[in-house]
C-alpha cells in the first residue's frame, strides 16, 4: 500500500476515533413513536413503519433500540434495530426480533451514535488493498489508465445523450470515471447502460449509494433497463438470480412489489424452503410466549398486590400468639434440660457404640462414592456409545452430495468405530468395578450391625422415658398445644396464600424457559439464513446495496467494476473503503455541486479532525470543480441535458452555478397546474410588510419563524389540493410535497404547524441535507431570514469560493432548489435580505454574487405574491 495512502488512513482513523468520542459525549435522548405496524418480512428482517411524535434528523442505516419505556428499570421490552428511512413523521425500522403487537402501539427510540463509527473505524483499521490498488488510484495517489471505447450496440430503445454516450465510453476505456451530472441530466440512466455492458463483458459490479432510497432507485432502474434492452445475456443474469440487491431496500417494490424477488432476502427465503416456513411458526410461538410471559408477570403483581394486606394481617396474628406462647415453652424446655441430665449415662453409653460405629460409616460412605463413581462412569460411557453409535448412523445415512457440503465432508467413519468400540469396553470395565464394590459393602453392613443395635437399644430406653413423662402430664404443655392449635390454621392459610403466588411465579419461570428453548431455535436457522445470504451475495455478479453495508459486510469481496452514484454525499472514507474492492473500473457519479456528507458533531471545536474528513468527498479531495467538468479535466464527464424539473425552475440555477452549460428536454415543459398560481412553476411568496420576525429561542434552536412556518403549511395544504392523482410507477409511502428549510429548528416547528394542520403524514419536512438524492412534484423553500435577528453568514456567501469550488452554501441552496419537478415556492421576506447585503459588494464585483439574493431576485421576476395572500386569500368567485 502508497505510503500516502497509509498516511492519509491513519489522518481518517484520528478522525473517526475523534468522532466517536464527541459522540459518546452527547445525552441520550428518547424518541417517542407510535401507530407502529409491521410492513414486511423478509429474510429474517422485520420492516416496521412509526409513527414520530416529535422531530427527528436521524441518519439512514443508524443504530437504534426500540424501548416501551423512558426509564431503564421500568423497560420491559428492548430490540436492536437499524433506521431504513424517514420522511415526513414517518419512521421505518428494520429489526432481526419482531416485536409485539401490543408493544407497537407506543414506543420510544434511543440512537447508538458510535456504532456505524465504531464498524467505519474497524473496516479502515483492517483495510487490504486488491493488487489493482484501486483505493489509491480513486484517491489520485496512483496513476489510472485513462481512454475511451466505442458504444456499441444500443440496449433497447435508450439512445444517450451525446454527453452520456461520451461518459459511456470513457467508463469502458478507462480505470477511472467521474460522471458528473446536475440535477435530472441523467446520470442513473447512463450509469445503468455502462453498467449492462460490464455485465455483458462478464465483470463483476458493485453498485452503492448514501441512502436504501437512492440505491433502491438506482437499482429498479437498473434491473427495468436490462429488462428492456431485449438482451438474452442480461434477462438470464435477473432470472439466475445473479443481479441481487442486498441489504433491507426502502421501496416499496423491493420489500414486497414485484421486484422481490431480486433482493437478497428473498432469494434466501427461497432457498430456505420449510425451514423459512418452520422459523416464522417458531417466531410467532416466540410473540405468543412473550405475551403469555407478560400477562402472567402482570398477574403475578396482582396477585402479590391482592396477597399483601392479609399476608400482614396474619404475620401480626401467628408473632402475637407466639409471643403468648414463649413464657410456657420456657418452663418446658427446663424440665426438659433436667430429663437430659438424668439420660446422661444412657448418652455416654450411646458414646462409645457410636465411637465404634463411626469408622465404619466412614468407610460405607467411601465404598459408596467409589461405587457410585463406577455408576456414574459406565452411565456415562453408554450415552456417549449411544450418542456416537446414533451419529454415525445419521452420517451414513445422509446422501454424498448432502454429506459433502455439510461439516461432515472428511468424516473418519474408521476411526469412529474404533471409538464405539472403546467406549463399549471401557463401560465393561465399570460394570466389573461396580459388583466387587456391592461385595464390600455388604461386608460393611455385617460389621455395623452390633454397635447400631445398641444405639437403637438406647434410643429404646429414652423413648420410653419419654413417653411416662408425657403421660404424667404438663400444664404448660397443654398450653403450648392449645396455642398451637390456633397458629395452625393461621400458618396453613398463610402457605397456602404464599404457594399460589409461588406457582404463578413457576409458570413465568416455565415460559421463561420454553421461549429461551424457541430462541436458540430461532437463531440456529437464522445463522442458517445469514450463510445463504452471504453465498448468494458471493454468487452474484452485480450487488446493490449502500455504502455503509459495503464496511459492514461487503469487506472481503473483491469486484471488477465499483459503481458509486451521489459521490458528492459520501465521505472520502466510504469511497475509499469501496473502491479498494475494485479491480478493473471505479465510476464515480455525483455532483460537485451537491451536497457534501452531512456530520454531526456536538463539540465542533474539539473535533476539527472529524469534522474535515467525515464531511469531505471526493471532489472535495481531488479539488474537483464544476469548471473541471466542463473542461473534461481530472477524469470528469459532465452530463448537460436535464430532465427532472420544470425548465423555469432550473433556469437560475443553470445560470449562476452551471454557466449555462444545461439544457431541459422537451416534456419538461409540461407541468400540472399547481396551486397558488397554477401559471407560474417558479414563485416567490415574499413575507415584506408581513409580521414575519426570526427568533433564537435556545442554544440548540438558532433560528426560527413562526411565521414562515404557518405559511409554509398553508402553501403545502394548496399544492396538496391541486396536485394530479399518483401514477402506478409512485411510491405511495414516500410524500409528493417537501417543504425545507436550512435550520432543523425550523424544520420541528413547521412539522408540529402541519400535525396541528393534520397533513404531516402527508409532507415531507426537513433540512436541505434530507432532501438529497430525492425528488418531489412540490418544494416548498423556507428561507427563514427575517428582521429581528441579522441573517446568518451563509445567506449570503459567495456562489464560488478563490479555489472556484462552491461553497457550501451553493451546494445547500442548489439541492434545495433542485429537487421541484413541477413548481418551487419560495419562501423569502426580500427586503430584509437587501438590506443586510454585505456593504462591500459594490466594491469587490468580483465577490459581488450572493446566490441567495440572486436566486430570490430571480424567482420575484418570474413570479411573486404576498404572504397575506395565502394567509388570508380573498373568497372564489
Not at 275 to 292: F, G
Not at 754 to 779: C, D, M, Y
Request: aromatic share 6%; glycine share 4%; net charge neutral.
Amino acid at each position: 500500500m502508497k505510503q500516502e495512502l497509509l498516511d492519509d488512513i491513519e489522518r481518517m482513523k484520528d478522525a473517526l476515533q475523534e468522532a466517536i468520542a464527541d459522540a459518546q459525549s452527547a445525552e441520550e435522548t428518547t424518541y417517542g413513536g407510535f401507530d407502529g405496524r409491521l410492513l414486511s418480512k423478509s429474510g429474517g428482517n422485520y420492516t416496521y413503519q412509526f409513527t414520530l411524535r416529535t422531530y427527528w434528523d436521524i441518519d439512514e442505516n443508524a443504530k437504534i433500540i426500540i424501548v416501551d419505556a423512558v426509564g431503564e428499570q421500568e423497560r420491559t421490552l428492548r430490540v436492536d434495530g437499524r433506521v431504513l428511512s424517514r420522511e415526513a413523521i414517518t419512521l421505518m425500522a428494520v429489526t432481526r426480533t419482531p416485536v409485539s403487537a401490543e408493544h407497537l402501539a407506543h414506543v420510544f427510540f434511543l440512537e447508538d451514535k458510535t456504532w456505524l463509527l465504531k464498524r467505519q473505524l474497524q473496516a479502515l483499521t483492517r483495510l487490504q488493498e486488491t493488487s489493482a490498488e484501486f483505493g489509491a488510484k480513486t484517491l489520485g495517489l496512483a496513476p489510472v489508465q485513462s481512454g475511451t471505447k466505442a458504444v456499441r450496440d444500443k440496449l433497447g430503445n435508450f439512445t444517450p445523450h451525446l454527453h452520456q454516450e461520451r461518459a459511456i465510453a470513457h467508463g469502458l476505456g478507462s480505470e477511472k470515471t467521474i460522471i458528473v451530472g446536475p440535477p435530472g441530466t441523467g446520470k442513473t440512466r447512463a450509469l445503468c447502460d455502462l453498467i449492462c455492458r460490464y455485465l455483458r463483458a462478464g465483470l463483476s459490479v458493485l453498485l452503492l449509494s448514501h441512502t436504501n432510497i437512492a440505491t433502491d432507485n438506482a437499482f429498479i432502474r437498473l434491473i427495468q433497463v436490462m429488462d428492456e434492452s431485449k438482451k438474452v445475456d442480461l434477462r438470464v443474469l435477473l432470472k439466475e438470480g445473479l443481479v441481487v440487491r442486498a441489504g433491507d431496500p426502502r421501496h416499496v417494490a423491493l420489500r414486497a412489489g414485484k421486484h422481490r424477488r431480486y433482493t437478497v432476502n428473498a432469494l434466501a427465503e427461497a432457498r430456505m424452503g420449510a425451514q423459512a416456513k418452520e422459523r416464522e411458526q417458531l417466531e410467532k410461538s416466540l410473540l405468543n410466549l412473550d405475551q403469555q410471559i407478560e400477562d402472567l408477570g402482570r398477574r403475578v403483581r396482582e396477585q402479590e398486590k391482592a396477597w399483601q394486606p392479609r399476608r400482614d394481617a396474619l404475620e401480626e396474628e401467628i408473632a402475637s400468639l407466639e409471643e403468648d406462647m414463649a413464657p410456657f415453652l420456657k418452663r418446658v424446655q427446663e424440665r426438659e434440660q433436667n430429663r437430659q441430665r438424668l439420660l446422661t449415662k444412657n448418652a455416654n453409653d450411646r458414646k462409645d457404640a457410636e465411637e465404634i460405629l463411626a469408622p465404619l460409616q466412614k468407610e460405607e460412605r467411601e465404598l459408596t462414592r467409589v461405587r457410585d463413581e463406577w455408576v456414574k462412569a459406565s452411565e456415562r460411557r453408554a450415552r456417549q456409545w449411544e450418542k456416537k453409535t446414533y451419529e454415525i448412523s445419521q452420517i451414513r445415512g445422509m446422501s454424498r452430495i448432502r454429506r459433502f457440503f455439510s461439516e461432515y465432508s472428511d468424516y473418519d467413519f474408521e476411526a469412529a468405530d474404533r471409538e464405539v468400540d472403546g467406549l463399549l469396553s471401557e463401560k465393561e470395565q465399570a460394570d466389573t468395578k461396580i459388583i466387587e464394590y456391592k461385595a464390600l459393602l455388604r461386608d460393611n453392613f455385617n460389621a455395623q450391625s452390633p454397635p447400631r443395635a445398641t444405639i437403637e437399644s438406647i434410643d429404646r430406653d429414652m423413648q420410653v422415658a419419654n413417653n411416662i413423662n408425657k403421660t404424667l402430664g404438663n400444664p404448660d404443655q397443654i398450653r403450648i398445644n392449645l396455642i398451637v392449635k390456633e397458629l395452625e390454621p393461621l400458618r396453613q392459610e398463610a402457605q397456602i396464600g404464599e404457594q399460589r403466588v409461588s406457582q404463578a411465579e413457576d409458570q413465568v419461570t416455565q415460559r421463561v424457559a420454553d421461549r429461551d428453548r424457541i430462541t436458540a431455535q430461532i437463531e440456529d436457522l437464522k445463522a442458517q439464513q445469514e450463510s445463504l445470504k452471504k453465498q448468494i451475495v458471493a454468487d452474484a455478479q452485480l450487488v446493490a446495496t449502500t455504502i455503509t453495508n459495503v464496511y459492514l459486510n461487503l469487506l472481503e469481496r473483491e469486484f471488477d467494476v465499483v459503481v458509486i452514484d451521489e459521490l458528492s454525499m459520501i465521505s472520502v472514507i466510504g469511497v475509499l473503503l469501496a473502491a479498494s474492492r475494485a479491480m478493473l473500473h471505479f465510476v464515480g457519479a455525483g455532483d460537485p455541486m451537491q451536497l457534501s456528507p452531512v456530520v454531526k458533531l456536538v463539540h465542533e471545536e474539539k473535533a476539527r479532525r472529524a469534522k474535515e474528513w467525515l464531511g469531505k468527498d471526493l471532489f472535495t479531495y481531488l479539488k474537483i470543480s464544476i469548471f473541471d467538468a466542463i473542461r473534461g479535466e481530472k477524469e470528469c464527464c459532465l452530463l448537460t441535458e436535464q430532465g427532472r424539473s420544470c425548465p423555469v425552475i432550473i433556469e437560475p440555477i443553470n445560470h449562476f452555478i452551471y454557466q449555462n452549460m444545461l439544457t431541459s428536454r422537451p416534456e419538461t415543459a409540461i407541468t400540472p397546474a399547481i396551486e397558488p398560481h397554477p401559471e407560474w412553476p417558479l414563485l416567490l411568496v415574499d413575507t415584506t410588510g408581513t409580521e414575519a420576525a426570526c427568533s433564537k429561542p435556545s442554544k440548540i434552536r438558532p433560528r426560527e419563524n413562526e411565521y414562515h412556518a404557518r405559511l409554509a403549511v398553508a402553501l403545502a395544504r394548496q399544492a396538496l389540493e391541486s396536485l394530479p392523482p399518483l401514477s402506478l410507477d409512485d411510491d405511495p409511502s414516500i410524500p409528493r410535497v417537501a417543504i425545507v428549510a436550512p435550520y432543523r429548528s425550523q424544520a420541528q416547528l413547521t412539522q408540529q404547524k402541519l400535525r396541528e394542520a393534520k397533513i404531516a403524514h402527508l409532507v415531507h419536512v426537513g433540512t436541505i441535507n434530507t432532501v438529497q438524492s430525492l425528488e418531489f412534484p412540490v418544494v416548498i423553500f423556507d428561507t427563514v431570514e427575517a428582521p429581528k435577528l441579522r441573517p446568518w453568514e451563509f445567506t449570503f456567501d459567495r456562489t464560488f469560493d478563490d479555489r472556484q469550488m462552491a461553497t457550501e452554501a451553493t451546494r445547500k441552496l442548489n439541492v434545495a432548489w433542485t429537487r421541484a419537478r413541477h413548481k418551487l415556492i419560495v419562501i423569502a421576506h426580500r427586503k430584509h435580505l437587501h438590506d443586510h447585503l454585505p456593504h462591500h459588494m459594490q466594491e469587490d464585483p468580483a465577490r459581488k454574487q450572493r446566490l441567495l439574493v440572486d436566486l430570490v431576485d430571480w424567482a420575484y421576476d418570474r413570479g411573486h405574491m404576498s404572504a397575506a395572500e395565502v394567509l388570508l386569500p380573498s373568497p372564489k368567485k
